[in-house]
C-alpha cells in the first residue's frame, strides 16, 4: 500500500470525473439534450483544466477528451427523442432481437433479401409496434400519398437489385438488352 500511495490521489480524480460523467449521463433531472450537452460540457472544460490532477492518467484524460469530441455532434440525440436507447449496446439489443425473430422465421442465417430491400420500413414497423398496439382503425388515418411514394421507392430498389442480378447473370446478354432499348428509344415513332 505505501508504494502506491502517491498514486491513489490521480486515480481517485480521474473516477471521481467518470461518476461525475455517470451521473450526468443518467440523466435523473430529465434535462433536454441542450441541458445535458451544456453540463457535460462544462464537465470536461474541469478536465481539461485540471487534466494535470491524473497524474499519470492523464494521457488516458486526454484520449477520452478527443474520442468525446469526435463523437460531440450525436452524442444528445437520445435526449430529444423519447424511447431512443442512449447506448449502442441497446441499440444493437433492438436489431440483434430482429435479426434473431427473422431468422427464426425463415433459418436463414443471413439477412433475407426482403430485409435488405424492405428493412427501412420492417424496422420502423416493428419499432412502432414495440411501442403500442395498433388496430385497424390507425391504419386507416395513413396518408396514401406517402404510402404510395414509399410503395414507389421500395418498388424501384427492387427493381435495381434485379438488374444487378441480371447484370451478374449474363453480362453481354444484360448490355445487348440494355443498347436495344437505348436504339429504342432513339428513333422516331
Known amino acids: 500500500m505505501a508504494k502506491t500511495a502517491d498514486q491513489w490521489p490521480a486515480i481517485?480524480?480521474?473516477?471521481?470525473?467518470v461518476h461525475r460523467l455517470a451521473r450526468i449521463l443518467s440523466n435523473k433531472g430529465d434535462l433536454s439534450g441542450d441541458g445535458v450537452r451544456r453540463r457535460i460540457a462544462g464537465l470536461l472544460g474541469v478536465?481539461?483544466?485540471d487534466r494535470e490532477k491524473a497524474g499519470r492518467l492523464s494521457s488516458a484524460v486526454d484520449h477520452f477528451l478527443k474520442v468525446t469530441r469526435?463523437?460531440?455532434?450525436?452524442?444528445?440525440h437520445c435526449y430529444n427523442?423519447?424511447?431512443l436507447p442512449r447506448t449502442?449496446?441497446?441499440l444493437e439489443q433492438f436489431f440483434g432481437s430482429h435479426r434473431h425473430h427473422e431468422r427464426r422465421a425463415t433459418g436463414r442465417k443471413a439477412a433475407s433479401p426482403g430485409l435488405v430491400l424492405r428493412g427501412s420500413v420492417r424496422l420502423i414497423a416493428r419499432a412502432?409496434?414495440?411501442?403500442?398496439?395498433?388496430?385497424?382503425?390507425?391504419?386507416?388515418?395513413?396518408?396514401?400519398?406517402?404510402?404510395?411514394?414509399?410503395?414507389?421507392q421500395l418498388e424501384l430498389r427492387r427493381?435495381?437489385?434485379a438488374e444487378r442480378y441480371r447484370f451478374r447473370k449474363s453480362p453481354t446478354r444484360?448490355?445487348?438488352e440494355l443498347e436495344q432499348r437505348l436504339i429504342q428509344s432513339a428513333l422516331p415513332t
Open 12 to 17: 481517485r480524480q480521474a473516477y471521481d470525473w
Open 47 to 49: 478536465m481539461k483544466r
Open 70 to 76: 469526435s463523437y460531440w455532434p450525436g452524442l444528445f
Open 81 to 83: 427523442v423519447p424511447d
Open 88 to 90: 449502442n449496446n441497446a
Open 128 to 152: 412502432a409496434n414495440r411501442t403500442r398496439i395498433y388496430q385497424a382503425a390507425d391504419l386507416c388515418q395513413a396518408d396514401r400519398e406517402k404510402l404510395r411514394i414509399l410503395h414507389d
Open 159 to 161: 427493381e435495381r437489385r
Open 174 to 176: 444484360y448490355l445487348a
